[in-house]
């Protein structure tokens, strides 16, 4: 079992930037590939971005590619979601998610996931 617990969400401007944190608790975050999803009101929740359990590898939905970077720091148990250049279609609650499978197979889901933060752009 693993407790997911994002932060960093919040009300930015279009252009803005935030970095989204997702802290593991339970078991070690290393054992999981890792994947960021969001949902916007009244929309199904889409896939955002995974990472591979060393972190060496990415896989980003194409709406996001070149904005957004995912990374992880297994010593400290964290992922995060640096996002640039936001838009007000980034508006969403954003999830974080751990899972057994192979990073690129977290598009589909995770095993585990985290209460969400929400995150607003105005234009």
């Known amino acids: 079992q693993v407790q997911l617990v994002e932060s960093g969400g919040g009300l930015v401007q279009a252009g803005d930037s935030l970095r989204l944190s997702c802290a593991a608790s339970?078991?070690?975050?290393?054992?999981?590939?890792m994947g960021w999803f969001r949902q916007a009101p009244g929309k199904d929740r889409e896939f955002v971005a995974s990472?591979?359990?060393?972190?060496?590898?990415?896989y980003y939905t194409d709406s996001v590619q070149g904005r957004f970077t995912i990374s992880r720091d297994n010593a400290k148990n964290t992922v995060y979601l640096q996002m640039n250049s936001l838009k007000p279609e980034d508006t969403a609650v954003y999830y974080c998610?751990?899972?057994?499978?192979?990073?690129?197979?977290?598009?589909?889901?995770?095993?585990?996931w985290g209460q969400g933060t929400q995150v607003t752009v105005s234009s």
């Open positions: 998610a751990a899972g057994s499978a192979a990073f690129t197979d977290m598009r589909l889901g995770g095993d585990y």
């Open positions: 990472i591979s359990r060393s972190g060496s590898s990415t």
């Open positions: 339970g078991r070690t975050l290393r054992s999981y590939a």
